[in-house]
């Protein structure tokens, strides 16, 4: 059975989007941007999401190109060792290839979004929380 709270990450040296999820009913959205000074993130603001939504599990997107290592996915999955670690909550990891990508299309179709002037990095970490998701499903099927 799915966790009904999530909350996805699309890490970044210098962003770090945030999205939450809902198992039960296959539903996320995107929910602020979260600055990181060389890929170290602010832990307080981190935190304070984690308070107020309380997930059951997190995912965290990480970069992979050919299987070769990647210098933002090796930080990513540190980031998601230490999520798990601070926080005691279970992390996975997902390939977030062309996340961003399909964001930049996302935002440029959707005019409710431009307006609302969402982050590209919280709609890229909604990708790849809904990526999850459908995944996790198909498994469950």
């Known amino acids: 059975?799915?966790?009904?709270?999530?909350l996805g990450f699309d890490f970044g040296i210098k962003r770090i989007g945030v999205a939450v999820g809902n198992g039960i009913t296959q539903s996320t959205q995107s929910l602020t941007t979260l600055t990181a000074k060389q890929g170290k993130p602010d832990w307080?603001?981190?935190?304070?999401i984690i308070r107020e939504w309380h997930p059951e599990k997190m995912i965290v997107g990480v970069p992979q190109f050919d299987d070769n290592a990647h210098p933002t996915g090796q930080l990513a999955l540190r980031f998601a060792r230490q999520l798990e670690g601070r926080y005691g909550i279970?992390?996975?990891t997902i390939d977030e290839y062309l996340s961003s990508v399909e964001a930049v299309s996302r935002m440029k179709?959707?005019?409710a979004?431009?307006?609302q002037k969402m982050s590209l990095d919280a709609e890229a970490a909604q990708i790849i929380l809904q990526t999850w998701l459908a995944e996790q499903m198909r498994q469950e099927l």
């Not at 059975?1 to 999530?6: A, C, W």
């Not at 307080?44 to 304070?48: F, T």
Request: aromatic share 0%.
């Open 90 to 92: 279970p992390v996975e």
């Open 44 to 48: 307080k603001q981190l935190e304070s």
């Open 113 to 115: 979004k431009i307006s």
């Open 109 to 111: 179709t959707d005019p």
């Open 1 to 6: 059975m799915l966790p009904e709270r999530i």
